[in-house]
């Protein structure tokens, strides 16, 4: 089946994203930027999503499209099945890079990433502007799932949208109403006001407010946003307690939300100074690195307790279970989880800590039962595998903020037990760095006793273990403490 087409019209940091995304849930991308350095840092995002997106799963991506980066951009929409536009927020460029587009596409949905202009501001002049509509992601787009879609007038045109960003991965959020810089960025609005207000007024520098963000009310926001951390702030009186008892102090002339300080030169400078101080020791595509790698924790953190973001996740990991879409072509052990090493993960000799690879090992365990069907709706029927025995292999060392990879292999199943044979290694040169043998066991929990699985886990099992019978022996299987090489 011949991959969908999505055309990316700018190649900055959020066109670069965007490029990520499709590309990595098995679209083919073609990039417009005239910008001589558009390829190489497109090409160093996408590098970096195919890091960090996957970690953030447990079920492989669809194949990867193709990257190309065409000359001119006719060649680039031409038979594009999504448009998405990133060009800088100048009205008239947007207007004259829409009407260059449906020249040569005049049906495909584009998509605009603007973060303040309407619809109807940017169909003015338009030969389709029922096609035109509002898919307003956030920075990095390839790990931050929502976007903004606005275009309630063009109804048909938005609900094939929504339904293409839910099949990349996408949380789309459709904004009832047209309105300047629509909901999120009104919201940052807000906040980058205030900021500047107190580091122009001396109050605070640029990294004690980030400080009391990152390590306050910001973590809240992660898992519950606005409305849902207040709530909680009612006790158990709820909402309505809480509105009453600290609403009166929104009169109070706390805020400057209706001015902002003059951008001076001096502002200017006294703000680039302290972020310099605050991060000037890192470069932008290690701050990136950085960013991700935290981010990847806590979508990680978050899916496993099914909130907030973890719940886009969660439904990505199902409909790329569903559509059965994978790599594996059954002539190699099966390709499992992806993940970086988190500093957390550290031990006093700068390696990966022991129990954490036990962790990788069981999450990839996991993950196996997962493709066979043991999911939690299966698990509730009191059938389940239980671990009964494990063998780890520790060959070579993993390091803060490597990215890794685990395989799996069946060496033996029947119908009540399974007997694998994981190893991690590092994604950048394919070294085995852990290997761990597992059997484990069917069991009826609440009788506490083995038992032979349901004949659904077995119709995938069987299947899978007659092929992986055809594979070699892996390096190290069966082998025990203290046996001689």
Same mark, same amino acid.
């Given at each position: ?64 499209? /193709? ?18 536009? +990133? ?72 609900? +094939? ?69 207040? %709530? ?46 605050? /991060? ?23 899916? /496993? %307790? %099914? ?13 790329? %279970?569903?559509?059965?879409? +994978? ?12 993940? +970086? ?42 059938? /389940? ?101």
């Amino acid at each position: 089946m011949k991959a969908p087409i999505a055309a990316i019209v700018g190649g900055g940091v959020i066109g670069g994203g965007w490029a990520a995304r499709f590309l990595l849930m098995g679209w083919d991308v073609r990039v417009f930027d005239p910008a001589s350095q558009a390829k190489r840092k497109v090409s160093e995002v996408v590098e970096n999503a195919r890091m960090s997106l996957p970690a953030t799963l447990d079920w492989p991506l669809p194949k990867e499209g /193709s990257l190309t980066f065409a000359p001119t951009l006719a060649e680039a929409v031409s038979d594009a099945q999504w448009i998405q536009e +990133s060009v800088p927020e100048v009205l008239e460029l947007k207007h004259q890079v829409f009407r260059d587009i449906q020249a040569a596409a005049p049906h495909a949905i584009l998509a605009s990433s603007t973060s303040g202009f309407t619809p109807t501001q940017l169909r003015e002049g338009a030969r389709h502007p029922g096609a035109i509509i509002v898919a307003h992601p956030f920075n990095p787009v390839y790990l931050l799932p929502v976007v903004e879609l606005v275009g309630l007038d063009a109804q048909q045109t938005l609900e +094939s949208a929504r339904s293409t960003l839910q099949n990349i991965g996408m949380k789309p959020i459709v904004v009832r109403k047209e309105i300047d810089a629509h909901v999120a960025d009104r919201l940052l609005e807000a906040v980058w006001r205030e900021a500047l207000w107190l580091v122009n007024d001396d109050v605070a520098t640029t990294e004690e407010i980030d400080d009391i963000i990152r390590l306050g009310f910001g973590l809240r926001w992660a898992q519950m946003g606005l409305f849902e951390t207040y %709530r909680l702030a009612g006790g158990e009186e709820g909402m309505a307690h809480f509105i009453r008892q600290f609403g009166p102090a929104l009169e109070w002339p706390w805020t400057k939300l209706m001015d902002v300080p003059e951008l001076t030169e001096e502002l200017v400078q006294k703000i680039a100074d302290q972020s310099d101080d605050q /991060s000037g020791a890192y470069g932008i595509r290690e701050l990136e690195r950085i960013r991700d790698d935290n981010l990847v924790g806590i979508l990680r953190a978050l899916k /496993s %307790r %099914r909130w907030g973001a973890g719940t886009v996740l969660a439904a990505q990991d199902e409909m790329l %279970r569903n559509t059965s879409h +994978s790599a594996h072509d059954n002539t190699s052990p099966m390709r499992m989880l992806q993940l +970086s090493v988190l500093p957390g993960w550290i031990d006093y000799n700068g390696h990966m800590t022991e129990f954490r690879y036990l962790q990788v090992f069981g999450d990839t365990s996991d993950c196996l039962l997962q493709r066979l069907g043991v999911d939690q709706e299966y698990v509730a029927t009191g059938k /389940s595998y239980y671990t009964v025995e494990t063998h780890i292999r520790h060959l070579n060392e993993a390091k803060a903020g490597q990215h890794l990879y685990s395989t799996t292999q069946l060496l033996y199943a029947d119908a009540k037990r399974l007997h694998v044979f994981h190893a991690i290694h590092r994604a950048d040169d394919d070294c085995c760095v852990a290997t761990a043998e597992q059997l484990l066991l069917h069991v009826n929990s609440e009788a506490g006793k083995v038992c032979a699985a349901d004949q659904i886990v077995l119709d995938r099992l069987l299947p899978l273990y007659a092929q992986h019978q055809a594979l070699p022996l892996p390096d190290g299987a069966g082998r025990h403490v203290g046996q001689k090489k």
